[in-house]
T-cell receptor, first 115, second 113 residues
Framework: AQKITQTQPGMFVQEKEAVTLDCTYDTSDPSYGLFWYKQPSSGEMIFLIYQGSYDQQNATEGRYSLNFQKARKSANLVISASQLGDSAMYFCAMRELYGNNRLAFGKGNQVVVIP | DTAVSQTPKYLVTQMGNDKSIKCEQNLGHDTMYWYKQDSKKFLKIMFSYNNKELIINETVPNRFSPKSPDKAHLNLHINSLELGDSAVYFC????????????FGPGTRLLVL
């Protein structure tokens, strides 16, 4: 069964605007972590932000914030003030404490920032 | 002071050859992983090692054999390469027993001709 779902098609975003990338997840493990990674055209996987299942506050890292809605099992990434360098694939991932440490990835969202 | 490094970055080879990809991490992590990213960008775990012990072995052909000489290194050897092995292979590392971040290497782009 798919654990991470990212269903948005490719997105075009105007520079300086905010963009929200949707991610829903499925787990019965009470302890888990949610992650977002960025993969630019150069190919490397860049860690952006992490949210623990017991964290009370939504995670923020600079222009990145994670809208964590535990009851809905969603962990949307918000990028504020988009920049041209934000053009990339974005992957949502989950790691369950009792899941042998594996990261389960979604299929990714393609974002293109236009000037 | 690269955290997770992989060599080579690019690998072009003929079908039937045997090749290895090396991975090293200097983060002091005790768990290392190999992931495969296919042409549709989907990332899937292949193997995981914890303190040199194999923890995860997904449904991967036995032509793929990981080797961990110590907890800072996890190499991937591939025998009898096939066209379908063409992909990007990522090494990653993390601490065990937590749900903390996995850090990825730069990837190895393998093209089998």
């Amino acid at each position: 069964a798919q654990k991470i779902t990212q269903t948005q098609p490719g997105m075009f975003v105007q520079e300086k605007e905010a963009v929200t990338l949707d991610c829903t997840y499925d787990t019965s493990d009470p302890s888990y972590g949610l992650f977002w990674y960025k993969q630019p055209s150069s190919g490397e996987m860049i860690f952006l932000i992490y949210q623990g299942s017991y964290d009370q506050q939504n995670a923020t890292e600079g222009r990145y914030s994670l809208n964590f809605q535990k009851a809905r099992k969603s962990a949307n990434l918000v990028i504020s003030a988009s920049q041209l360098g934000d053009s990339a694939m974005y992957f949502c991932a989950m790691r369950e404490l009792y899941g042998n440490n594996r990261l389960a990835f979604g299929k990714g969202n393609q974002v293109v920032v236009i000037p | 002071d690269t955290a997770v490094s992989q060599t080579p970055k690019y690998l072009v080879t003929q079908m039937g050859n045997d090749k290895s990809i090396k991975c090293e991490q200097n983060l002091g992590h005790d768990t290392m992983y190999w992931y495969k990213q296919d042409s549709k960008k989907f990332l899937k775990i292949m193997f995981s090692y914890n303190n040199k012990e194999l923890i995860i072995n997904e449904t991967v052909p036995n032509r793929f054999s990981p080797k961990s000489p110590d907890k800072a290194h996890l190499n991937l050897h591939i025998n009898s390469l096939e066209l379908g092995d063409s992909a990007v292979y990522f090494c990653a590392s993390s601490r065990t027993g937590t749900v903390e971040t996995q850090y990825f290497g730069p990837g190895t782009r393998l093209l089998v001709l």
